[in-house]
């Protein structure tokens, strides 16, 4: 079992950037599929992005590419989301999610076994 702390959410003018951050207890950390996902009021949530055990697989929504970047270090038991070129549309809670056993897992919520409780993301114009 995994417990996964996101930090680094706040306010941020929009073209801004932030970087998140999401922590992860236990051992096995390395065998975890990791994804970020995001949810605005009044929308479900969504994918923003994801990266497998190892970090040479990544994907993105098509709304965040090229502005956003996922990243791991195993070693920190971290994973990161980069956000530049912030838009007021970003604005939203960002949950941290991972996937056990598992090299990748995709843009799908349903396949992520663990969340993290959150991080609000606020972009002002």
């Known amino acids: 079992q995994v417990q996964l702390v996101e930090f680094g959410g706040g306010l941020v003018q929009a073209g801004g950037s932030l970087r998140l951050s999401c922590a992860a207890s236990g051992r096995t950390f390395r065998s975890y599929a990791m994804g970020w996902f995001r949810q605005a009021p009044g929308k479900e949530r969504e994918f923003v992005a994801a990266?497998?055990?190892?970090?040479?697989?990544?994907g993105y929504a098509d709304s965040v590419k090229g502005r956003f970047t996922i990243s791991r270090d195993n070693a920190k038991k971290t994973v990161y989301l980069q956000m530049n070129s912030l838009k007021p549309e970003d604005t939203a809670v960002y949950y941290c999610?991972?996937?056990?056993?598992?090299?990748?897992?995709?843009?799908?919520?349903?396949?992520?076994?663990?969340w993290g409780q959150g991080t609000q993301v606020t972009v002002s114009s």
């Open positions: 999610a991972a996937k056990s056993k598992a090299a990748y897992a995709g843009s799908g919520a349903a396949e992520y076994d663990y």
């Open positions: 990266i497998s055990w190892s970090g040479s697989r990544t």
